[in-house]
C-alpha cells in the first residue's frame, strides 16, 4: 500500500519560471493538503483540497500559486514566476475524512530551489 | 501569531533516559492533538496523538500527556535511543476542523 507519493523529490527553478508539484494521496484518501517548510522553520498550511473542490486556501499567497485536485490524477501546486523567497520544502499530506481524530499521512515533500 | 509553540529548539539526552519534549498551545478550541517525528530529506510520520476528553495516551516508548487547562502538552520518549535523533513537531487541530497547525519543531539528539 503506498503511502503518499511527491514528485519530484527536488526542483530548481531559474527566476521566473513555473514549478509544478504533484502529489498522489494515499489509496483511499479523498483529502490532499500542502504545506510548506522554509529553512529553518515549521510547516505552515497552505490549502486543503478534495476532489475537484478547494475547501480552504487561508494559507496561499495571494498571488502566483494555485492548486488543484481533479477528479482524475494528481493534486498539484503551480507556483508561477518564482521567486528566491519560494525556496522551500513543499510537503503533500493526504488524509480519508475531514474533522474526525485521524492523522495526516505526508509524502517526503519536493525540495524548490530557485536560482 | 504562533497559536502552537514549542519553545525549546533542541534537547540532548543520553541513551537509555527519558526524553521530554514540551508544546504550548493558545487557542481554546483546539480538541485534537499530534506529534510527528521527522528526519531530514524525508516527510514527517506520525507518531502518536491525543484527543482532548483524554489527559494521556500511551504506544509502546511514547506518552503523550495532555494539560487542557494549562493548555500545555508533552511527549515523553522512555527510553531513549539513538534512532530517535530527529526533529520533532507538536500539531494541533480545531474542533470539527480540517487542517493542522505545527509548532516550529525541536531537535533531539539522543547520544550513544
Known amino acids: 500500500n503506498a503511502g503518499v507519493m511527491q514528485n519530484p523529490r527536488h526542483l530548481v527553478r531559474r527566476r521566473g519560471q513555473e514549478a509544478r508539484l504533484r502529489c498522489s494521496p494515499m489509496?483511499?484518501?479523498?483529502?490532499v493538503y500542502w504545506y510548506r517548510q522554509l529553512p529553518e522553520e515549521g510547516l505552515k498550511f497552505m490549502v486543503y483540497?478534495?476532489?475537484?473542490?478547494?475547501?480552504?486556501e487561508s494559507g496561499m499567497p495571494k498571488e502566483r500559486f494555485s492548486a488543484e485536485f481533479p477528479k482524475e490524477g494528481p493534486s498539484i501546486l503551480r507556483i508561477q514566476q518564482v521567486v528566491r523567497g519560494d525556496s522551500a520544502a513543499y510537503f503533500c499530506?493526504?488524509?480519508?475524512?475531514?474533522?474526525?481524530?485521524?492523522?495526516?499521512?505526508f509524502g517526503n515533500g519536493t525540495r524548490l530551489t530557485v536560482t | 501569531d504562533q497559536q502552537v509553540k514549542q519553545n525549546s529548539p533542541s534537547l540532548s539526552v543520553q541513551e537509555g533516559r527519558i526524553s521530554i519534549l514540551n508544546c504550548d498551545y493558545t487557542?481554546?478550541?483546539?480538541?485534537?492533538f499530534l506529534w510527528y517525528k521527522k528526519y531530514p530529506a524525508e516527510g514527517p510520520t506520525f507518531l502518536i496523538s491525543?484527543?482532548?476528553?483524554?489527559d494521556k495516551n500511551e504506544d509502546g516508548r511514547f506518552t503523550v500527556f495532555l494539560n487542557k487547562s494549562a493548555k500545555h502538552l508533552s511527549l515523553h520518549i522512555v527510553p531513549s535511543q539513538p534512532g530517535d535523533s530527529a526533529v520533532y513537531f507538536c500539531?494541533?487541530?480545531?474542533?470539527?476542523?480540517?487542517?493542522?497547525?505545527f509548532g516550529a519543531g525541536t531537535i533531539l539528539r539522543v547520544k550513544s
Open positions: 499530506a493526504s488524509s480519508p475524512t475531514q474533522g474526525q481524530n485521524s492523522p495526516l499521512h
Open positions: 489509496k483511499g484518501h479523498s483529502h
Open positions: 483540497l478534495q476532489k475537484e473542490n478547494i475547501i480552504d
Open positions: 487557542n481554546s478550541m483546539f480538541d485534537y
Open positions: 491525543i484527543s482532548s476528553i483524554k
Open positions: 500539531a494541533a487541530r480545531w474542533r470539527g476542523g480540517n487542517k493542522l497547525v
